[in-house]
């Protein structure tokens, strides 16, 4: 076991009661295991030790979007990272989406300082410039970059919340069609309880618990479209009754959609780039 895997084995939990009743969760003590959560690879530059101008990536697990208008993430990061101080500093970072192909250079870039190694130089990756940013570098690789300006610092404990504004987004043109950002086609990978993950074939979309049968058969593969028709709840699955033409059932308490209604799927919730959410 290496030295690093030594300091980072997780502990074992002496908190697990060892008998359960039948359907009862088990109570562990409290601990950060909200999942799955993304994983990101942060780009950052600026001096800590007054010398060095060099651009840096620290991979980020526990970032998230904090506001839609306008729009703003955050991401916790340590004091004791050296991006931290190149954030601080230039209070401006980018957000680089992992895809598959990423992944690797993900994992590096969070178990190597970049006080010790040029991440951009070990991982092969391109630092470019970041639109709106004079300073943080976008991974060209990427298929999307977020660049942010940091609003607010929040010391938390362990970690310090950047808040920040996002005052620019890129997407690689080979996840677009048109004017649509498929961010199917972008390979993107997750994180859960210390492991990664692909993301898997698309089971639904925002609203997609209220849309219509047609709806459904145009947004998603007939498997996925077919079983949207007949769920209701958890665990149970609704017979689609003959006659029952749009797979709408309001005797259930499900609400029939209305195409003028303003509380359709897709005009409460929309899937075109700038729609409210
Ligand atoms: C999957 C993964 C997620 C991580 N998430 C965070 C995080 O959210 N915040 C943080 O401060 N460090 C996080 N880290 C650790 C940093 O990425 C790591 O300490 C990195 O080496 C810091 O680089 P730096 O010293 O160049 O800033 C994560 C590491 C991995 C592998």
Sequence with gaps: MSEYEKKNRRPVNKNIPVKVEPGEKISIKPTTLLAPVPVVLVGCSGKPDGQRPQNNLITVAWAGTVCSDPPMLSIAVRKERWSYEQIKETREFTVNLVSKDLLWATDFCGVKSGKDVDKFKECKLTAVKAEALPLAPAVKESPLTISCRVAQIIELGSHDLFIAKIV????????????????????????????????????????????????????????????????????????????????????????????????SPRREYGNKPGKKK
């Design 168 to 263: 620019a987004v890129q997407v690689d043109p080979k996840i677009m069609k048109g004017q649509k950002i498929c961010l199917d086609q972008a390979e993107l990978t997750a994180f859960a309880h210390g492991e990664y993950y692909e993301i898997g074939s698309i089971l639904g979309f925002f609203g997609y618990s209220i849309a219509s049968a047609d709806v459904l058969r145009r947004r998603l593969p007939a498997p996925a479209a077919e079983k949207a028709k007949t769920s209701r709840g958890a665990g149970y699955t609704r017979k689609v009754r003959p006659g029952d033409k749009n797979g709408s059932d309001s005797s259930r308490g499900r609400p029939r959609r209305n195409s003028n209604s303003n509380t």
